[in-house]
């Protein structure tokens, strides 16, 4: 049915009995017909005047259709626009985790993801030393974030609060983030909400710690007291695992993880995880190889526990009480690590030979790097041991079987 007086108005019956109000007209010379609605929700007045209205469009020279189709788009992007806005930190931060990496690296380091979903954990696990639960880490109150809202402002309000707790482990959780901010900003479903440099504003970077390096380290004269304040401590593992981080100069977290599968008694070698290749391979010296040949085989781990993990975790209480009997303030347990390069110097093992064995990347070394052999590697280890041993006031019987450890002290 068609109305008499708006032009082009009329009332359409579908075959299944729903009426609907359309405009039916001529552009550029050809038939066009639009619906405007059900009469359940426009009067007969109101239908008019659309009609009128979309003629007028015509007469202007202009497509109702493409007007409808942009107005419709409008809306789409409208509702993409809010529910982008919608996302949080906590919806993307999973995928982080699943596909983020580090640069020209394939994946994380196991260590190091642990660490980035211990600061995004959200606490309340019942502790593992001590009474009460857990904390949430630093970075869960972010997960709650608009991932369009964090900005400078936002960011500076969340590390003041978490620098309260601690400034560093909050400075550590902000360098964290900011590695998701990046990862964010390079997906392009994710770069218009992201404010990359966010973490980099000039009011968070002044509030940041400083940073320092630490250069801790045991002086000649206290390896004696060092020594034999570790080697009376009552919890054997960790006695054997601090010495062998100063005769190795391992990292905490690589000789922690050492299993006996990668201690090689016949042929002298250790194979341990490596911080910037997966792996490295070094001499496994006399004394040290007795010393490891001392503990007992409870699981797969040389420096085994009975907790979670299997292995020694944290040491640091075991090694406070060394250094107090020794007499000995702040050396920390990456100070021994210092303290083997220091002590290898002093020893005359070349440069080259003791970042290599340390696992120190090749433009770290002072000789150039040359990467050597194990067995090319062996006495300069062996050479250091030596020395530190000596210094320690140590002797002991190099061709005495693994595991039959004959320790004297000299006087």
């Given at each position: 049915m068609w109305d008499a007086t708006a032009p082009g108005l009329?009332?359409?019956a579908t075959p299944a009995g729903?009426?609907?109000?359309v405009f039916q007209g001529l552009y550029q010379g050809k038939d066009l017909r639009l619906t405007i609605g059900s009469p359940a929700a426009w009067s007969i007045?109101?239908?008019?005047a659309k009609a009128r209205e979309l003629q007028r469009l015509i007469d202007e020279g202009k497509d109702p259709r493409d007007l409808k189709r942009e107005a419709l788009a409008l809306s789409a992007a409208k509702q993409a626009a809010a529910t982008a806005q919608a996302v949080t930190v906590g919806d993307v931060w999973p995928?982080?985790?699943k596909h983020g990496k580090p640069k020209r690296r394939d994946a994380w380091k196991p260590g190091y993801r642990a660490d980035v979903e211990a600061m995004a954990a959200p606490g309340g696990v019942e502790k593992k030393r001590g009474e009460g639960v857990t904390r949430p880490g630093p970075l869960y109150p972010l997960l709650a974030l608009p991932l369009a809202g964090v900005n400078e402002d936002s960011l500076k309000v969340w590390f003041d609060s978490e620098a309260r707790t601690g400034k560093h482990q909050a400075a550590r959780a902000l360098m964290m983030f900011r590695g998701f901010l990046r990862w964010c900003s390079s997906r392009p479903e994710y770069r218009k909400l992201t404010d990359r440099d966010a973490g980099r504003a000039a009011a968070i970077l002044e509030s940041l710690p400083s940073n320092t390096r630490r250069t801790d380290a045991l002086e000649a004269a206290q390896v004696p007291g060092w020594w034999t304040g570790v080697e009376q401590l009552s919890n054997r593992t960790a006695s054997v695992y601090l010495r062998a981080m100063l005769l190795t100069g391992a990292r905490r977290e690589e000789l922690a993880a050492l299993t006996?599968?990668?201690?090689?008694?016949?042929?002298?070698k250790l194979t341990i995880a490596d911080k910037v290749d997966d792996t490295r391979t070094i001499p496994l010296t006399p004394y040290l190889a007795q010393l490891l040949a001392t503990l007992p085989r409870k699981n797969e781990f040389v420096f085994a526990s009975e907790g979670k993990a299997g292995r020694i975790a944290d040491t640091r209480a075991s090694h406070a009480r060394a250094l107090k009997s020794a007499s000995?303030?702040?050396?920390?347990?990456?100070?021994?690590?210092r303290s083997f390069s220091l002590l290898?110097?002093?020893a005359g093992a070349p440069a080259g030979a003791i970042a290599q064995v340390m696992g120190h990347k090749p433009s770290a070394t002072a000789e150039g790097y040359r990467p050597r052999s194990v067995d090319a590697l062996r006495p300069f280890l062996e050479q250091i041991e030596t020395h530190v041993l000596a210094l320690a006031g140590v002797e002991f019987d190099p061709k005495a079987e693994p595991g039959k450890l004959s320790v004297v002290q000299a006087a």
């Open positions: 009329g009332l359409r729903k009426p609907a109000y007045p109101d239908a008019q995928l982080y985790l006996w599968a990668n201690v090689d008694f016949q042929w002298r000995i303030e702040a050396l920390t347990i990456h100070g021994l690590r290898g110097e002093a």
